[in-house]
């Protein structure tokens, strides 16, 4: 009973961040429509183990992923397979599997997360 009112109180607090436009890894632009924000996704979804500065953590630095072409991070993040042919260990998820922020990542989020990723120094 109480983990469910605990996970009944982490959906309504999830509902109200996204009504709130905080959350949920999107801002909203009047010019570009719905751009994902790869910083907020980051954030929720990866800076748990890769340091809130992705200087890593539990998992490597993402200095050297950051500087792969989108296509590369893509498999890497979606499928664990890195451009020089590594399958990562099994703590890194597969976000095509484990989905992004509650559902499977789009090619948006990626590039938003991609994006966020070359900003950090
Ligand atoms: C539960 C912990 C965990 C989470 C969450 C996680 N990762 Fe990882 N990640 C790892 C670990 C551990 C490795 C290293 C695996 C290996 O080398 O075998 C890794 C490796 C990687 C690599 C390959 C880096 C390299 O140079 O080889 C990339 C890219 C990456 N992660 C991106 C991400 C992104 C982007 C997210 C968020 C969407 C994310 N990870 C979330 C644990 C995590």
Redesign the pocket.
């Known amino acids: 009973m109480l983990a469910l009112a605990a996970a009944l109180g982490t959906a309504a607090y999830q509902a109200g961040e996204r009504l709130a436009g905080t959350g949920g890894g999107a801002v909203v632009t009047a010019a570009t429509g719905t751009v994902p924000d790869g910083g907020a996704?980051?954030a929720a979804?990866?800076a748990?183990?890769?340091g809130a500065d992705a200087g890593g953590a539990?998992?490597?630095a993402?200095r050297?992923?950051a500087a792969w072409s989108g296509a590369d991070?893509t498999q890497?993040?979606l499928e664990g397979r890195?451009p020089d042919g590594?399958t990562?260990?099994a703590?890194?998820?597969r976000?095509a599997t484990a989905g992004?922020d509650g559902a499977p990542p789009t090619q948006a989020q990626l590039d938003a997360?991609h994006a966020y990723l070359k900003t950090l120094p």
Do not use: D, E, I, N
């Open positions: 996704l980051y979804s990866c748990g183990c890769h539990l998992g490597p993402l050297a992923s991070f890497a993040v890195t590594r990562l260990g703590v890194m998820p976000f992004l997360l």
